[in-house]
């Protein structure tokens, strides 16, 4: 199964419990259609950078899953129909994308731990002040 990242912007007029239950929609798709959700990002409500259909703020949502493509699909439907969305994107992760950075998550925290007298310090011989 294919990674994705959904990211999208809700309407700053929504209320907190409105809010709430249509997160809860967008992620039930993903449940419905054989997909896993790995993670769902809830950053809140922050400034837009330039007005978007005149909102100056907007309350912004990621969903990072798999599962088969017509989950975006579907997803993006849905955003078009409702005017609650301000905006979205659907983003593919690629698989070597995914391994590097396991690799390199897994490479940093076996330097952080390696022997102390690496990273920065003095080499051991030959140089001597006079």
Not at 26 to 43: C, F, N, S, T, Y
Not at 59 to 86: A, C, H, N
């Amino acid at each position: 199964m294919r990674q994705y990242e959904t990211g999208f912007v809700l309407s700053p007029a929504l209320n907190e419990e409105e809010t709430a239950q249509y997160i809860q929609q967008m992620a039930e798709i993903v449940a419905q259609r054989k997909g896993r959700m790995l993670k769902q990002d809830v950053w809140g409500k922050r400034r837009l950078a330039y007005p978007v259909k005149r909102f100056e703020d907007g309350f912004y949502v990621f969903f990072l899953y798999e599962g088969p493509g017509d989950i975006s699909t579907e997803m993006e439907r849905r955003f078009k129909q409702t005017d609650t969305v301000i905006r979205f994107m659907t983003v593919k992760k690629d698989a070597r994308d995914l391994a590097r950075r396991r690799k390199k998550k897994t490479g940093g925290a076996a330097r952080a731990a390696g022997a102390p007298g690496e990273g920065g310090a003095a080499p051991a011989g030959g140089t001597e002040e006079k």
